[in-house]
């Protein structure tokens, strides 16, 4: 629609804005970064000024961490896409996430052993997957259901969706039972630093990573979210056409059919 069309404008121009400052902070850190490393080295046999400029470092650490994300949102992230196999990656998610997310909150994943490999960088994908169950524990205080979904998905043409070139993709699809959100706040939830966690706890800057990480990676994004109800959030990436150098196994193409 007309409405997503400017939203999603207005998320470019916040990108560019805040992909050049990022960048240039970024070099800026570089330079404070190998100062105090000089620093550190003549000030070896000093403990004293070694652990002030350590603790200079670990700030320096931490803007970068920042820097990183803001250009993740920006699209200027550094990506090595690659074929991942999305039935292990997939497994070893829901192994990870039965661990961490306590008792309170089951996690079922569902995906066909035919689904075929994505085409992304490995660990942002894993960090992109990562940051959507966080945020499905958090809407689910009381616990809840977090249900991580992976089929095919075919685009014949631009008409089916004009947010995605034709072509084949994996969808995931990432739910929860939570609280779910007010339609004010999911029309704001893709901004960087936009968060209703409070101080101290969210950075407002996950949602926009994802964001930037799937339009980078030649992909698309999209939320439903009904308030006290829970939320789904699907990821589209491109399928890759074998799972590999070694093994180049055509993928197998569905004829017309669209999901
Ligand atoms: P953060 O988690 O640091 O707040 P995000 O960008 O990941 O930053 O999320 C932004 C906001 O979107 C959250 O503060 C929350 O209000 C909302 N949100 C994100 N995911 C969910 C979810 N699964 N259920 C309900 N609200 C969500």
Redesign the pocket.
Known sequence: SEEQLAHAQRLDALGQLTGGIAHDFNNLLTVISGNLQLLEADAAEDPATRETLESASRAVERGAALTRKLLAFSRRQHLLPRAVRTVQLLADLSDMLSRTLGERISVTVECASDVPAVYADPGELEAALL?LAL??R??MPRGGRLAIKAREHQVVNTDDDARLAPGAYVMFAVA?T????RPE?LAR?LEPF????GPGK???????MVYGFVKQSGGHLSID?QEGHG?RVKLYLPAAASFGEESPAPLSRKGHETV
């Not at 936009?194 to 966690?197: G, I, L, R, V």
């Open positions: 940051n945020n499905a958090d809407a929860d939570g609280v779910g959100m706040v939830v936009f968060t209703t966690k969210g950075s407002g800057l996950g949602l926009s979210s939320t």
